[in-house]
């Protein structure tokens, strides 16, 4: 049996609107309710998962420092890497790590040829450009 309940709608001191009068079956203010019900726990299960990747996020970069601190790293490169995933950071690092270890490769074989002692007395044995100054005609 359906429930015959009928509410009013209202002003805002409890007296029936003059005038045009609504009345709403129990069933229209459940439908009614329930609809206002659904929309607010849409938000907030939107805003829960909101709060959920802000979280995941900082979780990632916290990761990132420590990590690029055990690898020896500067902190400063923490913007550079991608904190998406725990792989994508992981890939990131170590591209990194690869790439500076690289560089430092290098530069401990540079070296500079023809280069004058600090005080500036001692000669080199043979210059590696004697050839070259022989050419030009200048002393060694």
Do not use: W, Y
Not at 34 to 41: C, D, N, V, Y
Not at 70 to 94: H, I, M
């Amino acid at each position: 049996m359906e429930n015959n309940t009928n509410l009013t709608a209202t002003g805002g001191n409890n007296n029936p609107v003059q005038g045009n009068e609504r009345t709403f079956s129990q069933d229209e203010v459940n439908h009614i309710v329930g609809e206002r019900l659904a929309k607010e726990k849409i938000k907030s299960e939107s805003d829960f998962m909101k709060k959920e990747q802000e979280l995941a996020a900082r979780e990632l970069r916290i990761s990132a420092k420590e990590l690029l601190t055990e690898k020896g790293l500067p902190v400063q490169l923490l913007d550079a890497l991608n904190c998406t995933s725990k792989e994508a950071l992981n890939k990131s690092v170590d591209i990194l790590q690869v790439t500076i270890n690289q560089i430092k490769g290098e530069r401990s074989t540079f070296t500079i040829k023809g280069a004058v002692p600090a005080n500036g007395r001692e000669e080199a044995d043979e210059p590696a450009d004697l050839a070259l100054r022989k050419a030009m005609g200048l002393r060694k």
